[in-house]
Every structure is written in structure tokens, then in C-alpha cells.
T-cell receptor, first 110, second 112 residues
Framework: QKEVEQDPGPLSVPEGAIVSLNCTYS??????FMWYRQYSRKGPELLMY????GNKEDGRFTAQVDKSSKYISLFIRDSQPSDSATYLC??????????FGKGNQVVVIP | EAQVTQNPRYLITVTGKKLTVTCSQN?????MSWYRQDPGLGLRQIYY???????DKGDVPEGYKVSRKEKRNFPLILESPSPNQTSLYFC???????????FGAGSRLTVL
């Protein structure tokens, strides 16, 4: 019911590069899709959420959902060292329960 | 400041010694939840509570207990901790039907 795949990385990119992260899922009942960002020694914080197929932009961040192919993506443009963190995809199901992917560690090298 | 506060942040204990990790939120949120985070396994839900006196099992509830006697507090109880409960624990809360979880800073527990 909650199956999702997320490549844990780590992913190292030079500053200014575009970061692309993906999660695939198998359950069509998933309702909302989210990306959380977790800095080292901190709790996760919500970065973006969406419930429909298509793109949603917020500054340098774009969340993309393709419900027909069952994948969600996060793109970070003009990546900065401050973007170095673990990014977790998440989804809601059932009675507003949330479940998370394993997380993808990103390192942006100055 | 709106926040979720967990204590202790770090704890080393021994097998079988009961411990409680406290969680408190000041946002009047109905929903609260506990997660554990392990390398390679990600965040897994232990227990959650939709409101006062309403709790339910998550995906990995074995070895844990919770209670929700007040809206702001949601303690996690390990009656007889074992080494496989060594982990990083997060408490989180959200309002009603919102999907926006606010997490605490985490509690790193080591059971020897």
C-alpha cells in the first residue's frame, strides 16, 4: 500500500548545477505528494506538496508529478551549497497518514 | 515560536531499562506522530494520534507504547528497550486535515 522507491544516492553536484531527484510509487490510491528537506542533525521540513499531475514551482524548486507513470520528481535549479541536505519524498494515503521514501542525500560542492 | 520539542535529544541506556521520550507541541495540533529513522530504511511511523485519547499503531509499533492524555503532549514509552531500538526518533504534529507535518529536532537513542 505504501510502496515507493527512492534512490538514496548520495548525489554530489557542483554549485550551479541542476539537481534531479525521483521517486516511483506503485499505489494509485496515494492522494498527496510532498518533498521534505532534512539538514544534518535536524528534523525534516516541508519543502513542497502537490496533489495533481504537472509541475509546481517555488523559486528554484520544481516538483513534478506524473500520476499515469507513478513517479514524482524534484528539480533544484542553480543549486547552492545551502541545498546540501537529504531530500525525502512523501505521500499521503488512508486516513491522512503519511509515509516517506528512504531519502536522497545531496551534496552541492562549492 | 511554533515548535515541537523533544526530550532528551541524546540518550544512552541499557537493555531493559524503561525510558520515556517526551514530545510537546505549542500549535494546538490535533494530530501527533512518532517516527524512527534508520540508515537504509528511512522514516517509519511507530504510532500516531488523531486527537486526545485516540492513538493507533503505525508501521513498526512493536516494543513501544504511547499515550495522549493532553493535546500538547505525546510521550513515547519503551518499557523494555532492546538494542534493535537504537535509532533516531522524531515526533511530529499537524493540524486536523493538513498535510504539513512539523517535526521536532530528533532524539538519538542508543540501547546497549
Amino acid at each position: 500500500q505504501k510502496e515507493v522507491e527512492q534512490d538514496p544516492g548520495p548525489l554530489s553536484v557542483p554549485e550551479g548545477a541542476i539537481v534531479s531527484l525521483n521517486c516511483t510509487y506503485s499505489n494509485s490510491a496515494f492522494q498527496y505528494f510532498m518533498w521534505y528537506r532534512q539538514y544534518s542533525r535536524k528534523g525534516p521540513e516541508l519543502l513542497m506538496y502537490t496533489y495533481s499531475s504537472g509541475n509546481k514551482e517555488d523559486g528554484r524548486f520544481t516538483a513534478q508529478v506524473d500520476k499515469s507513470s507513478k513517479y514524482i520528481s524534484l528539480f533544484i535549479r542553480d543549486s547552492q551549497p545551502s541545498d546540501s541536505a537529504t531530500y525525502l519524498c512523501a505521500w499521503s494515503y488512508g486516513n491522512n497518514r503519511l509515509a516517506f521514501g528512504k531519502g536522497n542525500q545531496v551534496v552541492v560542492i562549492p | 515560536e511554533a515548535q515541537v520539542t523533544q526530550n532528551p535529544r541524546y540518550l544512552i541506556t541499557v537493555t531493559g531499562k524503561k525510558l520515556t521520550v517526551t514530545c510537546s507541541q505549542n500549535m494546538n495540533h490535533e494530530y501527533m506522530s512518532w517516527y524512527r529513522q534508520d540508515p537504509g530504511l528511512g522514516l517509519r511511523q511507530i504510532y500516531y494520534s488523531m486527537n486526545v485519547e485516540v492513538t493507533d499503531k503505525g508501521d513498526v509499533p512493536e516494543g513501544y507504547k504511547v499515550s495522549r492524555k493532553e493535546k500538547r503532549n505525546f510521550p513515547l514509552i519503551l518499557e523494555s528497550p532492546s538494542p534493535n531500538q537504537t535509532s533516531l526518533y522524531f515526533c511530529a504534529s499537524r493540524a486536523g486535515q493538513s498535510n504539513v507535518l512539523t517535526f521536532g529536532a530528533g532524539s538519538r537513542l542508543t540501547v546497549l
